[in-house]
């Protein structure tokens, strides 16, 4: 099975911060990534599928980029709403797999 | 609007069996792949597996650790999901979600979720 390593795990930033969350993956996966947000009690959220293609619906200040099996979600001027757990997912080959979590605190 | 809900849920002991369901609205369920993806209490997200359409012969694929135990079907008359659960362990309680498959741009991604269903696997 492909591995996908979060990381940070966890992360202290401040509202209009930018912060940074990576996924790597343990091969190629290509372009068959996605993210998501998850809030306590919640079901997760899409934000991002094919490395870079945002969701209707999510703003802008959220990003995915990728470098060969390392892959990037970006999200500028953090908002309040934006404190939450993020994982990424690869769907490249089955089994699908998630990456750890990171979660995005309030510093 | 697109909706997924998740019934079944509750206490079993270990090695015994349940069935989760998932009551599909808003959309053309038969034209979906669909997956069930769980996350036992304050850990990360698992997939489970997954379940093909009809013109892709309902195939179905599962979770390493799963395998064996579980078994996805659909009754697409009824805009339903299962999760046939067998042989639980306490390493299987967890909030189980459905989750509607979208396939984009050569990828699937889950654009829509239940609320999730819990599974409580204890003496």
């Known amino acids: 099975a492909i591995q996908m390593t979060q990381s940070p795990s966890s992360l202290s930033a401040a509202v209009g911060d930018t912060v940074t969350i990576t996924c790597r993956a343990s091969?190629?996966?290509?372009?068959?990534l996605a993210w998501y947000q998850q809030k306590p009690g919640k079901a997760p959220k899409v934000l991002i599928y094919?490395?870079?293609i945002l969701q209707s619906g999510v703003p802008s200040r959220f990003s995915g980029t990728a470098s060969t099996t390392d892959f990037t979600l970006t999200i500028s001027n953090l908002q309040p709403e934006d404190f939450a757990t993020y994982y990424c997912?690869?769907?490249?080959?089955?089994?699908?797999?998630f990456g750890g979590g990171t979660k995005v605190e309030i510093k | 609007e697109v909706q997924l809900v998740e019934s079944g849920g509750g206490l079993v002991q270990p090695g015994g069996s349940l069935r989760l369901s998932c009551e599909a609205s808003g959309f053309t369920f038969s034209d979906y792949y669909m997956d069930w993806v769980r996350q036992a209490p304050g850990k990360g997200l698992e997939w489970v597996g997954r379940i093909r359409k009809q013109r892709d012969a309902y195939t179905t694929l599962y979770g390493t650790s799963v395998e064996g135990r579980f078994s996805i079907s659909r009754d697409d008359s009824k805009n339903s999901l299962y999760l046939h659960m067998k042989s639980l362990t306490t390493e299987d309680t967890a909030v189980y979600y459905c989750a509607r498959a979208s396939f984009r741009l050569g990828t699937y991604y889950f654009d829509y979720w239940g609320r999730g269903t819990l599974v409580s696997v204890s003496s």
């Open positions: 091969q190629n996966i290509g372009k068959d």
């Open positions: 094919s490395t870079s």
């Open positions: 997912l690869q769907d490249e080959s089955y089994p699908l797999t």
